[in-house]
């Protein structure tokens, strides 16, 4: 048996999320069919990181074994050709057995983008969550501060999140503005059930002024859900890229400039 890596990027617009589910039609269900059909048997597939409903993903990372012997281009157009239009397979890459998608990770990105405009969106309705309200891009970034280091971030997960721990390390916690947009980049070792979007819901009150900067400290450290801010929609949040330790040698690519730019 191989094991085969391969970079993945969609739109989860039309999914109920990343997971395989009874109830609902999961992107890894349609990326294992994919992956079967070229193989010419069963394949399961681990990810790097699951993605809530309505959620996409620029640089997803999976792993699968397989008897199958296919080049990398043959696996990456054999994909294509059996996925739906909002699903690309973008690098598929052999890896040695000591690599695993989710535990060999060292980071994932995250970006959140905010339409901070009068008017909704049309085009962009479930690419972007759209804020009518004008936004201090100021504040938010002088409360997001608080958020970064190692912490336990339970006031930051969903009530029904199944992690072990509620403690994770956030790397890197950006809030830019460019034109009407505003981008959160969030980079964790980890991420628990809903932490972005909960981490966004945070900062956008701070940014529309219905809170106070230090309130995402002071939610921090109740460390209790019920007292947290409201979680904010999955339009806008993308999955962006994963980072491996080099000896794994997977491409470290995620993220279309359009997005990324922002």
Known sequence: MKKIALGIEYDGSAYNGWQRQKHGYGVQQAVEKAISTVADHQVSVVCAGRTDTGVHALGQVIHFETS???????WVLGCNANLPKDISVHWAQPVNEEFHARFSALSRRYQYIILNQFSRPAVLSKRVTWQGKQL??????????ALIGEHDFSSYRA??????????????????????????????NAFLHHMVRNIAGVLMAIGTGEQKPDWAAEVLAHKDRKLGGVTASPDGLYFMSVEYPDEFEIPKVGGAGLIADI
Do not use: G, W, Y
């Open 68 to 74: 199958a012997d296919r080049s990398e281009r043959s």
């Open 159 to 188: 009530v029904a999140c199944q992690a072990k721990s509620p403690i994770r390390t956030i790397h890197q916690l950006e809030v830019v503005q460019k034109d009407q947009f505003i981008c959160i980049n969030i980079r964790a």
């Open 136 to 145: 201090n891009v100021e504040l938010m970034s002088q409360a997001a501060t």
